[in-house]
């Protein structure tokens, strides 16, 4: 088992080697428990940083450390995962990002495809998230590269509208 601390003190549940192998699917394996965003995660190992790839070992005690977006790479992942979260209707990893202000600065950014997280959290049917981002003042007028509008169609495919 991998036995886990935040900076605080406080320990997370601990994670079996099963279900991760290196620091990369821990990191996904925290995301997906506790709505720490990926690009905010820095593993500690005896006060190491661990890269992506580091293979893990039981037993073994980590850090978990939130950093805040402060490099332009750093700043780059972020707007990637904000549309994947958006796109996966992960309402509390976007709530820890809206909690940095990059949500606010970057919410009407578009991916390949022309989709806004806006347009992307519509097309999934991921109300809550739709909500969020308009609470924050996305632009619900901004199209694809495909010309679709989030509000010109069913969220999802279903009748729910926001």
Not at 41 to 53: E, G, T
Request: hydrophobic share 35%; charged share 30%; glycine share 6%.
């Amino acid at each position: 088992m991998l036995r886990i601390c935040q900076m605080s003190g406080e320990e997370l549940p601990a994670v079996s080697l099963k279900k991760v192998r290196d620091v990369s699917a821990l990191k996904q394996e925290l995301r997906r428990l506790h709505g720490f965003p990926l690009c905010m995660q820095q593993l500690l190992h005896n006060d190491n940083s661990l890269d992506p790839a580091t293979k893990l070992e039981e037993p073994m005690d980590l850090q978990l450390v939130i950093v805040p977006i402060s490099e332009m790479r750093q700043f780059y992942d972020s707007l990637d995962e904000m549309l994947d979260v958006c796109h996966t209707g992960q309402t509390e990893v976007l709530r820890q990002l809206m909690d940095t202000g990059l949500v606010e600065r970057a919410k009407d950014t578009k991916d390949r495809r022309g989709y806004t997280p806006l347009i992307s959290a519509s097309d999934r049917g991921h109300v809550e998230i739709a909500r969020m981002l308009l609470d924050i003042g996305a632009d619900k007028k901004f199209r694809t590269n495909r010309t679709r509008r989030p509000f010109f169609w069913q969220l999802g495919g279903g009748t729910q509208r926001l």
